[in-house]
């Protein structure tokens, strides 16, 4: 394994929210050109392993570098979709102005403090907000109001915003725990593209949809163990989330 590879490298790391361990212990190296899956019960510190990544908390314990450098520096490089959207779907703002928010932080065209400034942003910010709804295939809704999209063509405009930062990896959190079967597979599908210019993390509830597009899965419950997807069977989804599974074979 070559080390200038490794964008994502956590050495023996602990986190407790007060006196309750979330993570102990947990390593993991994550691979340029990655598309991991990281799976595991409620509860089971998956979003705080994101957030550790994202540079949002510390821990107790252990090292963290994201692209060679301290997770906090890195951030900008990073794209993040959450499972929900962080503005009020009420807000009075369109789909086109809801994707250009994720220039704030890498554009010069922004204001006091990263504040949102109409007429602030460069024509490049709005060229490559224009090319990143158009991929999602979103072009089409750049006008409509946030509060008039369905789950779906609300998270592909999420993961719009995500990619106008330009990152070199992609962290999502259930992009798709609130939308239905196909729209989960045409997401995936896109995610898959995607895959050949950015590296991919991506946490599921559903370790045996997501092992048809992975490439390892992290599987995430205090601790964390990885799996090569060809590894993954009904008895390993039973010892991690402790109740009778079902896996459900899904065609491409």
Do not use: W
Not at 47 to 58: A, D, N, Q
Not at 172 to 199: G, V, Y
């Amino acid at each position: 394994m070559n080390p200038q590879q490794i964008l994502v490298d956590l050495k023996d790391v602990t986190f407790s929210y007060g006196e309750a361990a979330v993570l102990k212990q947990v390593s993991l190296q994550v691979i340029k050109g990655e598309f991991l899956g990281i799976v595991g019960p409620n509860a089971g510190g998956k979003s705080t392993l994101l957030k550790l990544i994202l540079g949002l908390i510390e821990p107790q314990s252990g090292r963290i570098e994201v692209l060679g450098t301290d997770p906090r520096e890195s951030r900008r490089l990073l794209g993040y979709v959450p499972q929900h959207p962080n503005f009020p779907r009420d807000f009075p703002i369109t789909v086109e102005q809801a994707a250009l928010l994720g220039r704030l932080g890498v554009s010069s065209g922004r204001g006091l403090k990263g504040m949102l400034l109409p007429g602030r942003f460069t024509h490049n910010d709005r060229l490559l907000t224009r090319r990143a709804l158009q991929e999602v295939e979103a072009a089409d809704l750049a006008d409509r109001q946030i509060n008039s999209l369905s789950g779906g063509q609300l998270q592909r405009v999420l993961l719009a915003r995500a990619l106008v930062a330009e990152p070199e990896i992609l962290i999502l959190d259930e992009p798709t725990a609130n939308i239905d079967q196909r729209l989960e597979s045409d997401i995936f599908d896109l995610l898959k593209r995607l895959n050949d210019r950015m590296t991919i993390l991506i946490v599921s509830h559903d370790i045996g949809f997501i092992s048809s597009y992975v490439t390892r899965v992290a599987c995430v419950s205090g601790t964390l163990v990885c799996h090569h997807t060809d590894a993954i069977d009904g008895q390993m989804i039973q010892e991690l989330y402790g109740e009778e599974v079902r896996m459900v074979a899904h065609k491409h």
